[in-house]
């Protein structure tokens, strides 16, 4: 098989964290269930891909919320649920919630985080290694990297000066053992660095003499805190304006209307 097939890489969505930076927002729900325009954040991001595209997504926090919803309004995709069971506290990092799912990802793949929003452009396939970016401001509250003769020369976490991109949390593996290698070898050496990410591995993957083309996105919505998330919802627009609440959420579709409840006597 090639990577010509469509059918070949498959998506990783992490949704097994708390979402502690949204506060009461996520108090009764997932967040990639959060409520942007009409739909919920995940549904651009399944949406953003082929109709036969394979989703492997993992769950812990609020679990049935995002099985339930993903099957219900997408029953002609395929997803593939991997349950994480340290999702928040010692030993709970986005690396752990990654490496929950490798047994699901043997072939070149995308990770797409759950928070982050993409329009207007097709995403590419991994066809080769490549890391998602966006030019603006905000280096202190997110990881980014450099670009070289159109290669990524160095990652960094939150708080560089002035760096090329921001980094999106939107990447493409195509040398996927590599990947899993780097990151368990990071894994095994301090299984509570609760800040184990994708950014440690592809650094990993660097050191190693791996390559990284960047991808640049001119629209990018990071709904992961409060201030980016209003903003997303601004720039998003909503032509039925209802009332936010905490405890349900109402997601309209061109065919139907999803409503979630987190009282189960209703």
């Keep these: 098989m090639t990577l010509q097939n469509k059918t070949v ?30 739909k919920p954040a995940i549904s651009y991001i399944v949406e953003s891909y082929p109709k036969n595209t394979e989703f492997v997504v993992t769950v812990g926090y609020f679990s049935d919320q995002v099985r339930d919803f993903l099957t219900l309004v997408y029953p002609d995709r395929k997803f593939q649920f991997v349950t994480v069971d340290r999702y928040e506290g010692e030993g709970s990092s986005l690396g752990y919630s990654m490496l929950r799912a490798a047994s699901k990802l043997k072939s070149p793949f ?9 329009l207007g452009k097709k995403i590419p396939q991994p066809k080769k290694n490549w890391i998602g970016g966006f030019r603006g401001q905000g280096s202190s509250h ?69 390559e990284f083309s960047p991808v640049s996105f001119e629209t990018w919505h990071d709904i992961g805190n409060v201030e980016s998330l209003n903003k997303a919802r601004a720039e998003i627009n909503d032509s039925f304006r209802i009332l936010d609440k905490a405890d349900e959420s109402i997601f309209i579709f061109d065919r139907f209307v999803v409503k979630f409840f987190s009282n189960e006597k209703i």
């Excluded at 498959?10 to 325009?37: C, W």
């Excluded at 050496?189 to 660097?206: G, H």
Aim: aromatic share 10%.
């Design 110 to 118: 995308i990770y797409h985080a759950c928070d982050t929003i993409v």
């Design 142 to 210: 997110y990881a980014s990297f450099d670009v070289v003769n159109g290669k990524v020369r160095q990652m960094y976490d939150k708080g560089m000066m002035d760096p090329d991109f921001l980094h999106i949390g939107l990447i493409g593996i195509r040398d996927h053992e590599a990947f899993w290698r780097s990151l368990r070898a990071l894994y095994r050496k301090n299984p509570n660095n609760s800040a184990l990410n994708d950014v440690e591995a592809i650094s990993e993957m660097m050191r190693q003499g791996q």
């Design 9 to 38: 890489y498959k998506v990783l969505i992490t949704t097994s964290g708390t979402g502690s930076r949204l506060g009461d927002i996520t108090r009764y729900t997932n967040k990639s269930l959060v409520k942007v325009g009409r």
